[in-house]
């Protein structure tokens, strides 16, 4: 019986996060798929176009969270 791969098992995949003989089987597997290798690239497009995004929160926002974490004292009885 041959496993269905899911969408999870495919970015696992992408991001180098599965074991070698499962990489293998996945690897055969988007051989000989259409399916599955149209899913993989789809999933694969979306990681390239994510991963060329900038991305970093508004200064205002930072500028927030710095003055209220200013706004606390250490605890001396946590040190």
Do not use: C, H
């Not at 074991?19 to 996945?26: L, V």
């Not at 926002?61 to 009885?77: G, M, N, T």
Request: hydrophobic residues 35%.
């Amino acid at each position: 019986m041959t496993k269905a791969f899911s969408p999870d098992d495919l970015l696992r995949y992408l991001y180098q996060e599965t074991s070698d003989k499962e990489s293998r089987r996945i690897a055969l597997k988007l051989a000989t798929d259409r399916r599955l290798w149209e899913e993989f690239e789809n999933l694969r497009n979306t990681m390239s176009e994510l991963n060329q995004q900038n991305v970093a929160p508004p200064a205002p926002s930072v500028a927030k969270i710095l003055a209220y974490s200013r706004s606390f004292k250490p605890d001396s009885e946590g040190l």
